[in-house]
T-cell receptor, first 110, second 110 residues
Framework: KAGVTQTPRYLIKTRGQQVTLSCSPI?????VSWYQQTPGQGLQFLFE???????NKGNFPGRFSGRQFSNSRSEMNVSTLELGDSALYLC?????????FGSGTRLTVV | KNEVEQSPQNLTAQEGEFITINCSYS?????LHWLQQHPGGGIVSLFM???GKKKHGRLIATINIQEKHSSLHITASHPRDSAVYIC????????????FGGGTRVLVKP
């Protein structure tokens, strides 16, 4: 079966711009969670969506937002990009005890 | 503060050696994950534990709920096991929000 698909794989943006990342979960998985990985902070939880509702949120500024569509696909948006937003952004979809991570989107802010 | 501590940070082994990675956490959890991350970023979920022990091939994961401690063992290690291994916990009443350890970078030399 298809895995978790994240697009794009790589992205370069300029400070001040905004960016939208996409995550398509495994079919049937209704929970999608997002994570940021940086060399300094490691992996950190951003937010989780379940059935189009945000169920949990990490400690990130309001510039980071997300949404989930009726087909469980999720997007996250970062507005007014800062250099420190350069990171690998990972999403994971889950159903009960089955968890699958995507390959991530590597965002570079210049 | 809910924390997850992993040790060691780095580990080098000769092919065939037995490897142990440790993870300790501070308060009650609903589940603990062991993840593997290869260069390039993609994460693979190896195990999800809430009690006892699980085995998959040469990998064994154990958890002691009373001691708030989990271990990941790699038997007969192989160079392809070289990766970063990360434990992540789901705190009780925190849904699918994961808190991650700092990771253990494993290098297996032939």
């Amino acid at each position: 079966k298809a895995g978790v698909t994240q697009t794009p794989r790589y992205l370069i943006k300029t400070r001040g711009q905004q960016v939208t990342l996409s995550c398509s979960p495994i079919s049937g998985h209704r929970s999608v969670s997002w994570y940021q990985q940086t060399p300094g902070q490691g992996l950190q939880f951003l937010f989780e969506y379940f059935s189009e509702t945000q169920r949990n949120k990490g400690n990130f500024p309001g510039r980071f937002s997300g949404r989930q569509f009726s087909n469980s696909r999720s997007e996250m948006n970062v507005s007014t990009l800062e250099l420190g937003d350069s990171a690998l952004y990972l999403c994971a979809s889950s159903l009960a005890r089955e968890w699958t991570f995507g390959s991530g989107t590597r965002l570079t802010v210049v | 503060k809910n924390e997850v501590e992993q040790s060691p940070q780095n580990l080098t082994a000769q092919e065939g050696e037995f490897i142990t990675i440790n993870c300790s956490y501070s308060v009650g959890i609903s589940a603990l994950h062991w993840l593997q991350q290869h260069p390039g970023g993609g994460i693979v979920s190896l195990f999800m534990l809430s009690s006892g022990k699980k085995k998959h091939g040469r990998l064994i994961a154990t958890i002691n709920i009373q001691e708030k401690h989990s271990s990941l063992h790699i038997t007969a290690s192989h160079p392809r096991d070289s990766a970063v291994y990360i434990c992540a916990v789901r705190w009780e009443a925190a849904g699918n929000k994961l808190t991650f350890g700092g990771g253990t970078r494993v290098l297996v030399k032939p």
